[in-house]
């Protein structure tokens, strides 16, 4: 059996992508998208400020990306069903309580909790795990596999809007996140398990951390940072930002709508680039995909007009799934094999606890200057930066593709 058999092929290579699918679903539905669901709630019951609950957000981001080096050990050390599992079952525990708290520093528990759990069920986990089974349609596996962030904005927040005034929170919380459980547990209990890629483990002496003295680390992990405190915090104030021209007198938006749109369009980003993205050169693709945000924003700066608006939160949304797909595309490509966790895990620590701070800067540039002039000028900035790093590798690197 040659170390590639059932790469790519096997039908379990496809179950095992379906369960990092509702892995995805679980992580950022209840991770990511329903943080502003927890604070509005939150403040309903302790009156507690919409700063103290934003800052055990962030510092939940924080240590979580800290904590993120250790899940590519965790994986090859223990296996990804039982990172995932543990994964899953920590961060359901610390929701099923947190409809309890009676004070900050039981939130402050809870979120700490939460840290290791979004992480071992999100991206480092999810990328480590396709890449097990996936050589040449890794690009496809990856981008389905965390096709379920996107969904999880479409279903996870929606259910929980719609099921809190029949239930109230803490049943409604509570139900969905048991339903939640049972679905991607039991699919990552039955399909998910070591491939045919496992790496090895690192080799006695060698530091996680080494990478970090390289550029060709930071030719990936410094543009993808700064594109992605660009996009999350593009994507944080996007209500506020559209609620805003409606304020002003400009023609009607539903920013619910935009925001639909928008996630919409990250899902069949996601798909369509997934079946051609194997076919190209990851920089490439990612400069491609930076300069159209720069293109909608450019356009959602001025634009008044509802088809205008919602047509550039589409284009916007296209490029938003494939974001978090690239980096690791451009680690295989970079990198060996047994190397690739560990390069991933490192990468997504660094993106992760830069992109944290996102929200807080635009809300800041927001206030300084009285409007989203600046903010989005920023985001542009950000993204521009980031298509120009995108595309220094290392000299090594581009004497061999030139040689190839």
């Not at 509702?22 to 019951?45: C, M, N, P, R």
């Not at 400020?49 to 993120?68: E, F, K, P």
């Not at 639909?260 to 798909?271: D, K």
């Not at 944290?356 to 993204?383: E, K, T």
Request: include cysteine; proline fraction near 6%.
């Amino acid at each position: 059996m040659t170390p590639n058999a059932g790469a790519d092929t096997s039908p379990a290579a496809w179950r095992v992508v379906f369960a990092c699918f509702l892995s995805a679903v679980f992580a950022w539905g209840f991770g990511f998208y329903a943080h502003g669901i927890y604070i509005v709630e939150l403040q309903k019951e302790h009156g507690w400020s919409t700063g103290l609950i934003s800052t055990m957000v962030t510092a939940h981001y924080v240590l979580g990306a800290l904590l993120l080096p250790r899940i590519a050990d965790a994986i090859t050390r223990f296996g990804p069903r039982a990172v995932f599992l543990s994964g899953l079952a920590t961060t359901a525990v610390a929701l099923l309580l947190l409809p309890s708290v009676t004070a900050p520093w039981q939130l402050a528990a809870l979120y700490i909790l939460m840290a290791p759990g979004w992480n071992a069920t999100s991206v480092a986990a999810i990328a480590s795990t396709v890449g097990q089974w996936f050589d040449k349609k890794r690009g496809l596996a990856l981008n389905l596999g965390l096709s379920g962030a996107t969904v999880a904005g479409l279903v996870m927040a929606p259910a929980l809007l719609a099921t809190i005034p029949l239930m109230g929170f803490a049943d409604a919380l509570r139900l969905i996140v048991l339903i939640s459980l049972a679905i991607a547990g039991g699919a990552v209990l039955l399909f998910v398990r070591r491939g045919p890629l496992s790496p090895k483990p690192l080799a006695a002496g060698t530091s996680r951390l080494a990478p970090l003295r390289t550029w060709h680390f930071w030719s990936i992990s410094a543009p993808f940072a700064l594109m992605l405190v660009s996009q999350v915090g593009f994507l944080t104030h996007l209500v506020p930002l559209i609620s805003a021209r409606v304020t002003a007198g400009a023609p009607t938006v539903d920013p619910g709508l935009a925001v639909g749109i928008n996630a919409f369009m990250a899902l069949v980003g996601r798909v369509v680039l997934g079946f051609v993205i194997d076919r190209f050169e990851p920089r490439r693709a990612s400069v491609a995909c930076f300069m159209v945000q720069v293109a909608a924003i450019a356009v959602l700066a001025f634009a008044e007009a509802p088809l205008v608006v919602y047509g550039a939160c589409a284009v916007y949304g296209f490029s938003v799934g494939n974001n978090i797909t690239l980096s690791p595309l451009i680690v295989q490509r970079e990198y060996g094999p047994d190397q690739f966790p560990a390069i991933v895990a490192l990468s997504s620590a660094v993106v992760q606890i830069v992109y944290a701070f996102g929200p807080g800067l635009l809300g800041i540039l927001r206030d300084a200057s009285g409007g989203y002039g600046v903010p989005l000028a920023v985001c542009m900035a950000l993204n521009v930066t980031a298509s120009i790093l995108v595309m220094m590798p290392p000299r090594s690197l581009r004497t061999h593709s030139a040689r190839n």
